[in-house]
C-alpha cells in the first residue's frame, strides 16, 4: 500500500494540482419513455485488483497501454475511494479533456464522474456530469430516470424525484412499479443508494403523477 500511495503521489505532482469543479447545468426535460441501452453508462474496470498492484498496472496502462484513457477514469475512482479526492478530481479533468464530450468514451467519463461525486455527497455536481453524459446521446437513456430521481431525493427535491421515477414506470412498468427487483436492475448500485430509491418508490405508489 505504501507503494500505491508514493505513485499516487507522484501522479499528483505530475498531471498539477488543479480541481475541476462541474459547472452548474439543469437536468434535460423529462420525457415520457427512456427505452435506450447507453454503452457508456458501466463503471470503467480495466484491470481487477485491489491496494498497490491494482495502482501499478493501471499506470502502466496509462504510460504505454491502449486503454490510457480508461485507466486514467478507473484510477480517478481509486483515488476518490482512497479520499485523495483533489487527485481524483485533477485525473478526471484530464480523461475529460482527453475525450470527446460526445463519444462513448467522453460521456462514459463523464458518467463514471458524476457517481464518484455522488458518493462524495456532492449532488448538484453529479447531476452536472451526469446531464452532460446525456446530452451527447441521441435518445433517452434508460439510466436517466433512476439516477435522477436518487440525487433529486438526496438533494430534498421530491416532487421532482418522483416525476424522474415515474418516467422510469411509464417505460418498463413491469420492472419499476415494484422495488422487488431493485438488487437485480441496480446491481452497480450501493445498498443505502438502492434503499434512498425504495423511498422513491414508495412516494411513487403512494401518489403516481400524471403525464405530462
Avoid: H, I
Avoid at 441501452?37 to 502502466?60: C, F, K
Wanted: aromatic share 10%.
Amino acid at each position: 500500500m505504501a507503494v500505491a500511495r508514493q505513485m499516487l503521489a507522484g501522479l499528483c505532482l505530475a498531471v498539477g494540482a488543479s480541481v475541476f469543479n462541474a459547472a452548474a447545468q439543469p437536468l434535460p426535460a423529462l420525457q415520457e419513455f427512456y427505452f435506450d441501452n447507453d454503452s457508456a453508462a458501466a463503471p470503467v474496470v480495466v484491470v481487477d485488483g485491489q491496494g498497490s498492484t491494482l495502482v501499478d498496472q493501471l499506470m502502466r496502462q496509462r504510460e504505454r497501454g491502449r486503454k490510457s484513457l480508461e485507466a486514467t477514469v478507473q484510477l480517478a475512482g481509486v483515488a476518490m475511494g482512497q479520499g485523495r479526492t483533489d487527485l481524483g478530481r485533477t485525473l478526471y479533468q484530464e480523461a475529460l479533456t482527453t475525450a470527446a464530450a460526445g463519444s462513448v468514451p467522453g460521456r462514459a467519463v463523464r458518467w463514471n464522474y458524476g457517481w464518484d461525486l455522488f458518493r462524495l455527497g456532492e449532488v448538484e455536481p453529479a447531476l452536472a456530469q451526469w446531464a452532460a453524459a446525456q446530452a451527447g446521446l441521441r435518445g433517452n437513456p434508460s439510466w436517466a430516470p433512476p439516477t435522477y430521481a436518487l440525487a433529486l431525493w438526496t438533494l430534498g427535491r421530491k416532487d421532482e424525484a418522483v416525476q424522474w421515477y415515474a418516467a422510469a414506470v411509464r417505460t418498463e412498468p413491469q420492472l419499476w412499479s415494484s422495488n422487488e427487483r431493485f438488487a437485480e436492475l441496480l446491481p452497480t448500485w450501493r445498498d443505502s443508494e438502492r434503499a434512498a430509491l425504495v423511498q422513491v418508490q414508495q412516494a411513487w405508489a403512494a401518489k403516481p403523477p400524471a403525464w405530462p
